[in-house]
């Protein structure tokens, strides 16, 4: 087209502009021309009209005269087709006029408002003579029905010896109208050249861009990928030619390219599977992406530009992925603080250097909210070395913290639990190996608790390993045990005991993981129930002797009246009876029956007599020393050796010094009796010393024979009333039962030792007078037992 | 004339077992069985001494002692308690109340006879 669009150039400047020029040169000038002819019509009649006037003033005839003359030729004047000439006076009225002789119209106005009658007499006045005014004015003539007002022209002269301003008018475009009658033909002509000039431009033009236009054709279609286009090719001309060595590259390149098409064709193929293959990963790896709802998976460049955020992210950090990807940087998720200390770009540092990078920080939501997160940073490479930059997997921590906080509390306040027990606590595993001891435990056993664990239980146990299977054989039958008493060693290898309860200890599958205890120390406890054991005991010695104290008065009293009267009913008979009466005898062995029972009834009521005691401060020699001289001869007649130790700065007891004196004949009287019938040396060794026993200060008094000894199952007994292994007659079983009574009423005690065959040690401990509570008690006279010494 | 004795025991064996005893001695023997009786017995009868078991049901025999006492007749007669009693305090109640002797059961019948004799003078 571009060779068309030349020729069109080439036409335009070579025929079209001299044409234009030509055409507008004449037509300007045969306008001129015209037009002043015309213009000089108008003023060949002016003039031609000052003329006549001037005629009619030579010939002298007066201003009204030549009017009526020269009214008839003047309104015969016609300037084409409807202009007219006229004579108006200085003053405006008409002088001569086609149709309104005699008005005045000075004041007529043109259609634009313009007083031209006034303008054009004005103007008429200045004119010098014989000088032509020329003046043009918008006209609208109704009576003609126009409704467009239209150019008039009107020459005129001034006549001054009549004051009269001749006048003659008409349509311009009257004037103009050959004018353009010419114009018009010359434009008609003009415009078929041009027609006919394009016409021939078009025809030439099409005639030498067709071949080329073909060409182009072709090329375009072969462009587009169909080879099997040819050009047309006619004539030898120089295009036709081109269009040879065309076809001829073109079957060039259609080979080529079919070549070329199969190539690609295969190429194209394992791109798209190997696309096909891409796409599917990729689907893959984005369907993992978006799955992981709980991790947010965040991809950022070097710079920390976030060019990937899953649906993780978008619920872990409250952003939408949109809003991000390519837009934010990574630091919008990270707290300012965090910023400001250059922790992210620290991280990033590291991450470079490590490869990965683990970290627990708060990060912000999009709403502002912090929350804490496990970060794991990984530093990833693209296939340029360019594509680097790091891949954030963060995981919103908050719920774990939380449960790590509940957990960490629980633990506290159970360990603080565990720790506050005053009893010990105490784990192990399956094996009996120490997994945790509690304070109280630790203090137990004295050991540092964190030396204890790994080590056996049964290290501390007394019994040992067997101690531990014990408790393991019964836990597997019972789950638990309470109250198991066991002996466990301290450090310093006292030993404790120890009140246990234990029980298994399961996991989550209710498989057994070891055992726990629960240990209390009851080596305290023990103690004080003995020594609670020992009181009761002595209690119920004393309330027992108590009872039969009341018991043996009552029945003394009820033998007497029988026995006195047995008495003396047989005194009365043996008084009636001769000396040598055969049924004396026989009387008489029922009078030594009533003396045995007399006596019997007598010592009974000696041990249950209710006598006030009388309590001094004493020396513990003096009732000893008493009781030897009242048998010193008696046991010199037994052949027996007295061996007297007495201490002789003996600290002073509280005690009823009568009693006492008993107490010691009666057990001077039992050595002799152990001594009777041995052939060994009598020997009666009597001791006195003090001694402390729990802190508190005694004196001991200890008679030591060398008799026949006691069996060990007498021991026992031989402290109960009416015990005697003495021959019937010769004791009454009462003697060891009241000293037992007496020593304890001066809150002492009685320890008997004795071996058969060697002898008997008894040991009387009495406290040493001071201000106890225990003597101001004796002395308040509570006492049970008395003892009479006078009827022994 | 012979001596009256007055015997206050409510065991009818001591009872028998005195008189018995005494009897033979020429001695006058009443016995009652409690202090009622033997207080209507010495408004009927002047005895010569007066023998007293302590513990009798109703009226023990130290009331019955203080009693006798309050008799204008018998402010100076011998009164003797003989009683399974023997503690010290008792004697002393006894010899409060009244009495010339107290003696406890048993007692040999030679040494009863004995002190009978003596106060009876």
Redesign the interface.
């Given at each position: 087209m571009r060779i068309r669009a030349k020729l069109f150039s080439v036409f335009i400047i070579l025929v079209l502009l001299p044409l234009l020029v030509l055409a507008s040169l004449s037509l300007g000038r045969f306008r001129t021309a015209l037009q002043k002819a015309s213009e000089q019509d108008l003023k060949h009649l002016v003039r031609y009209i000052y003329y006549i006037c001037n005629v009619h003033k030579e010939m002298s005839q007066s201003k009204d005269q030549a009017v009526n003359s020269l009214k008839g030729e003047i309104k015969g004047l016609r300037v084409g087709k409807t202009g007219y000439a006229y004579i108006i006076d200085g003053k405006g009225s008409l002088i001569i006029h086609p149709a309104k002789e005699g008005t005045n119209i000075i004041d007529s106005k043109d259609s634009s408002g313009f007083e031209y009658i006034r303008a054009m007499i004005e103007n008429a006045l200045t004119l010098s003579e014989g000088e032509l005014g020329t003046i043009r004015y918008q006209w609208i003539n109704p009576e003609l029905g126009e409704t467009k007002p239209r150019q008039k022209i009107n020459k005129y002269i001034y006549f001054k010896p009549w004051d009269w301003i001749i006048s003659a008018g008409t349509y311009e475009e009257e004037v103009y109208e050959d004018l353009y009658k010419t114009e018009r033909f010359i434009i008609i002509i003009v415009i078929i050249s041009i027609a006919m000039v394009l016409i021939l431009t078009i025809m030439l033009s099409k005639l030498l861009t067709n071949p080329i236009r073909e060409l182009t054709d072709v090329t375009a279609k072969m462009a587009d990928g169909d080879l099997s286009q040819r050009v047309n090719v006619t004539g030898t001309d120089e295009v036709s030619v081109l269009g040879t060595s065309f076809n001829r590259l073109i079957s060039q390149i259609h080979d080529y390219t079919s070549n070329l098409e199969k190539m690609v064709g295969e190429r194209t193929k394992e791109l798209k599977e190997s696309r096909e293959r891409y796409r599917d990963i990729s689907r893959f790896l984005n369907s993992i992406l978006d799955s992981s709802t709980e991790y947010a998976i965040i991809a950022i460049d070097l710079h920390g530009t976030i060019i990937e955020f899953n649906k993780g992210a978008e619920k872990v950090f409250g952003w939408k992925k949109e809003e991000v990807v390519n837009k934010e940087n990574i630091s919008i998720t990270n707290t300012p603080e965090d910023m400001e200390r250059g922790l992210h770009s620290e991280i990033l540092e590291r991450t470079k250097n490590e490869g990965v990078f683990d970290v627990e920080m708060y990060r912000i939501r999009k709403d502002g909210s912090r929350f804490p997160a496990y970060t794991t940073i990984t530093a990833i490479q693209g296939l340029s070395d360019k594509e680097k930059g790091f891949v954030e997997i963060v995981r919103d921590v908050t719920q774990r913290k939380g449960l790590e906080r509940e957990l960490r509390e629980t633990k506290d306040f159970l360990e603080n639990i565990m720790e506050s027990s005053v009893d010990g606590i105490i784990t192990t595993d399956l094996k009996g190996k120490i997994t945790y001891m509690n304070r109280s435990m630790e203090e137990y056993l004295q050991y540092d608790r964190q030396k204890l664990l790994g080590i056996h239980i049964s290290q501390y146990y007394v019994k040992g390993i067997q101690q531990a299977r014990d408790i393991m054989d019964i836990l597997r039958q019972k789950e638990r045990v309470g109250n198991y008493e066991i002996e466990v060693k301290r450090k310093d290898g006292k030993i404790m005991q120890i009140q246990t309860s234990l029980f298994l200890l399961r996991d989550d599958n209710n498989q057994i993981i070891g055992t726990a205890g629960i240990f209390k120390d009851i080596t305290d406890k023990k103690l004080l129930e003995e020594k609670l054991k020992a009181t009761q005991a002595r209690l119920v010695e004393t309330s027992k002797m108590r009872a039969l104290g009341e018991l043996v008065a009552g029945v003394?009293?009820?033998i007497?009246?029988?026995?006195?009267?047995?008495?003396?009913?047989l005194?009365?008979i043996l008084?009636r009876l001769t000396k040598d009466d055969p049924g004396r005898e026989q009387l008489e062995l029922i009078g030594k029956c009533n003396d045995r029972i007399?006596r019997i009834v007598d010592h009974l009521?000696k041990f249950s007599?209710?006598?006030e005691t009388e309590f001094i401060s004493l020396d513990i020699n003096q009732p000893i020393e008493n009781a030897l001289i009242m048998t010193g001869q008696q046991l010199l007649n037994h052949d027996i050796l007295i061996e007297k130790r007495l201490s002789n700065d003996l600290p002073r007891i509280s005690g009823d010094i009568n009693q006492l004196e008993q107490v010691f004949l009666n057990l001077i009287s039992n050595a002799r009796d152990a001594m009777e019938e041995i052939n060994r040396d009598k020997i009666l060794t009597i001791s006195s010393s003090s001694i402390k026993e729990d802190g508190k200060p005694y004196v001991i008094v200890s008679f030591k024979d060398t008799g026949i000894g006691i069996p060990k199952e007498n021991l026992d007994k031989i402290i109960e009333p009416f015990f005697s292994t003495k021959p019937v007659g010769k004791g009454t079983g009462l003697g060891l039962s009241l000293c037992f009574g007496i020593i304890e009423s001066h809150g002492g005690r009685i320890d008997i030792q004795s071996e058969i065959g060697k002898g008997t040690d008894v040991r009387i401990l009495i406290p040493v007078d001071s201000d106890s509570p225990l003597g101001r008690r004796l002395n308040s006279g509570s006492c049970i037992f008395i003892y009479d010494p006078l009827t022994l | 004339m012979a001596k009256s004795i007055l015997i206050v025991d409510d065991?009818e064996?001591?009872c028998?077992?005195?008189t018995?005893?005494l009897k033979?001695e020429g001695y006058e023997i009443d016995t009652v069985w409690n202090a009622k009786e033997a207080l209507e017995r010495i408004n009927k009868k002047r005895y010569n001494l007066l023998i007293l078991d302590i513990?009798m049901p109703e009226m023990n025999g130290l009331e019955l002692c203080k009693k006798i006492r309050a008799n204008e007749d018998y402010n100076e007669i011998p009164i003797v308690f003989l009683t399974?009693?023997?503690?010290?305090e008792d004697r002393e109640l006894g010899i409060e109340a009244g009495a010339k002797l107290f003696l406890s059961?048993?007692?040999?019948?030679?040494k009863?006879l004995k002190i009978i004799s003596e106060t009876l003078g």
């Open positions: 003394a009293h009820e007497n009246n029988p026995l006195m009267a047995s008495q003396t009913i005194h009365v008084e007399e009521r007599r209710q006598m | 065991d064996m001591v028998m077992a005195l018995e005893l033979p513990i399974a009693k023997s503690r010290k059961k048993p007692i040999s019948p030679d009863l």
